[in-house]
């Protein structure tokens, strides 16, 4: 069992930046794939960043590509979400999932494939 909680959220203008923090307990943390998601306005889970075991393959949704960057320390059991030119449309709860690699499939953009979940923390971006 993998317990992650998630930091850094807050309220920011439109253009600032902020990064989040998710801290992994319970698990060998280099062994998961780690993602980043986010809460849409009909309360579903839409995939923004994921990042592999090693750190050396990443994807990102198409709308946060060049303004958003994941990445992890695996010393520290900690994956990060730095957010640069936030927009007002960034505004909602931003979740960390780990997904545990049962494929050579090294990220996955997927809700369905991660198997813990964060608790979320709230982004706010002001115009």
């Known amino acids: 069992q993998v317990t992650l909680v998630e930091s850094g959220g807050g309220l920011v203008q439109a253009g600032g930046s902020l990064r989040l923090s998710c801290a992994a307990s319970?698990?060998?943390?280099?062994?998961?794939?780690m993602g980043w998601f986010r809460q849409t306005p009909e309360k579903q889970r839409e995939f923004v960043a994921t990042?592999?075991?090693?750190?050396?393959?990443?994807l990102y949704k198409a709308s946060v590509k060049g303004r958003f960057t994941i990445a992890r320390d695996n010393a520290k059991n900690t994956v990060y979400l730095q957010m640069n030119g936030l927009k007002p449309e960034d505004t909602t709860v931003y979740y960390c999932?780990?997904?545990?690699?049962?494929?050579?499939?090294?990220?996955?953009?997927?809700?369905?494939?991660?198997?813990?979940w964060g608790q979320g923390t709230q982004v706010t971006v002001s115009s």
């Open positions: 319970g698990g060998t943390f280099s062994l998961y794939n």
């Open positions: 999932a780990a997904r545990r690699y049962t494929s050579n499939t090294l990220v996955s953009t997927l809700v369905s494939d991660y198997d813990f």
């Open positions: 990042i592999s075991g090693g750190g050396g393959t990443t």
